[in-house]
């Protein structure tokens, strides 16, 4: 990336203001994530309320980020580094938006499970680890922009295959769970609902580094060729 | 970038330097120009881009104390347009060139464009007739004008003097067509009234282009090469300079930062 100074500055203001909203937003869907993992093991439910009211906040900052891309492209018409920057970051709040969305439906699972009287931990002991080596991967995915790490960005790009095999493994898990005694059927479910969301928040994350790869590096590293994966 | 999908090569500088006199303005430049496609040459004033430009033409012929060392290559005969054996007249016809301020002769429409065609010993009518309306279809002007080719060419306004100047050059049938900063002096529609012919010219002939306009040259070009105190910094596919350019100085000029 260019760090030399813009011969407007008023550009540098703009760029650096965006690079910000960006970082609010991830601290935001950060602390999602994090308050629904913790509703899950520890069935404090009044939280579900607060992670639901945040999500509009994350999305709103969706919203205001992607109009400022729209008019400093209208403005300056970025090229090069910046016009990386600026494309990264209107997918990355789109990725954002969504992990924050799926932080919403774990928590909404977590009250399901709790109200029924439920204890979640008893059948799903594999989610809580998976949901922590998801909000890591988030974690990183936002260092990795902050700081516009590359290599960061390709560790959390690799930690997704593990959190994959472990969402499949809970999946067997639960399943095996199902078929013994069909009464922890509803429960399993619900369970299977929020494993999938932490799945697709690792994702997500993914993602995030995948946009910060191309806005250091120009190269788009989406849907690698099939011989490239192994 | 593959060198097999590389396209034909129309002319290619190698080794070319310049001397104003005692003032070297290019430094060992090496540029392929590839055939009937748009080469934009970019890069902060005074860095050599209009004198690079200008020895295409051999304008620079016409100042003593100027000197070219290293050759000009055009295709497909190979001839270096640099030797001194070779007639700068000659040069020009192959080789067109529009200005950054319209220059029309102070003639009729008609006249401007006949006037390189007459040059040439062409007096049949017929013949010029039709190539002058050629030229002038070609530039996109010809339906603006074609009800009063016998009025004063400086009368059209600057956009229409522009693309009669190209007309002019046209005129000539030239493999290659050197544009200084075409657009300058110009409003945004004539502007975008040039940039489409210039997507329009490209089927039939060669372009490089100068041009101030970072926009510009990510619209109009196919390559386009980043020049810089007389040197050539960076040269590319147009797609990849101006999302992912190799040269920090290329980043900094493009995005407007301080080198």
Redesign the interface.
């Known amino acids: 990336m260019?760090d030399?100074?813009?011969?407007?500055s008023q550009?540098d203001e703009d760029l650096t203001r965006l690079r910000t909203s960006v970082l609010q937003m991830g601290g935001l869907v950060e602390t999602q994530v994090s308050a629904a993992i913790d509703a899950y093991s520890t069935g404090e439910v009044t939280s579900v309320k607060h992670i639901v009211d945040t999500d509009r906040k994350v999305n709103d900052l969706e919203l205001a980020i992607d109009d400022d891309c729209a008019h400093l492209i209208a403005r300056r018409?970025?090229?090069?580094?910046?016009?990386?920057l600026v494309f990264g970051i209107s997918k990355i709040v789109t990725d954002l938006e969504r992990a924050g969305d799926e932080a919403k439906k774990i928590a909404k699972g977590v009250r399901r499970i709790y109200e029924a009287g439920q204890m979640p931990s008893q059948y799903g002991i594999g989610v809580r680890h998976i949901a922590d080596a998801a909000l890591a991967m988030l974690r990183q995915s936002l260092d990795a922009f902050a700081r516009l790490d590359t290599a960061l960005a390709q560790k959390v790009i690799e930690a997704d295959a593990g959190v994959d095999v472990e969402f499949k493994s809970i999946m067997r898990q639960l399943i095996t769970h199902m078929m013994e005694d069909p009464r922890t059927i509803t429960t399993s479910i619900d369970i299977i609902w929020i494993a999938r969301a932490v799945e697709r928040i690792g994702d997500h994350a993914k993602n995030v580094a995948e946009h910060v790869v191309f806005i250091v590096?120009?190269r788009d590293i989406r849907h690698p060729p099939k011989e490239s994966k192994a | 970038m593959q060198i097999h999908d590389n396209p034909p090569l129309k002319a290619e500088a190698r080794n070319l330097n310049f001397y104003y006199g005692e003032a070297k303005a290019l430094k060992n430049i090496n540029m392929p120009i590839y055939d009937k496609k748009v080469t934009a040459l970019i890069g902060p004033s005074g860095c050599g881009k209009s004198t690079y430009l200008r020895s295409f033409n051999r304008m620079h012929d016409l100042y003593p104390g100027n000197r070219y060392e290293g050759e000009i290559r055009f295709f497909p005969d190979n001839t270096n347009l640099l030797a001194p054996e070779v007639d700068p007249i000659e040069v020009r016809m192959r080789v067109g060139m529009v200005f950054q301020k319209p220059n029309p002769f102070p003639k009729s429409i008609f006249e401007n464009v006949a006037y390189g065609l007459r040059v040439r010993g062409e007096n049949n009518k017929r013949v010029l007739d039709d190539k002058v309306e050629n030229a002038l279809r070609g530039a996109a002007i010809w339906e603006e004008v074609k009800d009063r080719l016998q009025e004063q060419a400086p009368n059209l306004s600057g956009g229409q003097q522009q693309r009669l100047c190209i007309a002019r050059a046209l005129a000539t049938d030239p493999e290659l067509l050197l544009f200084d900063e075409p657009t300058s002096a110009l409003d945004p529609i004539a502007t975008a009234a040039i940039e489409e012919l210039v997507h329009e010219l490209k089927k039939r002939v060669t372009i490089l282009i100068v041009t101030h306009n970072m926009q510009q040259a990510a619209r109009v070009s196919d390559y386009t090469a980043y020049m810089f105190l007389g040197e050539m910094l960076e040269f590319g596919k147009t797609d990849e300079i101006f999302i992912k350019p190799k040269d920090k100085r290329t980043e900094d000029y493009i995005t407007g930062r301080m080198g």
């Open positions: 260019n030399s100074q813009h011969l407007s550009f018409q970025p090229a090069a580094s910046d016009l990386r590096e120009g």
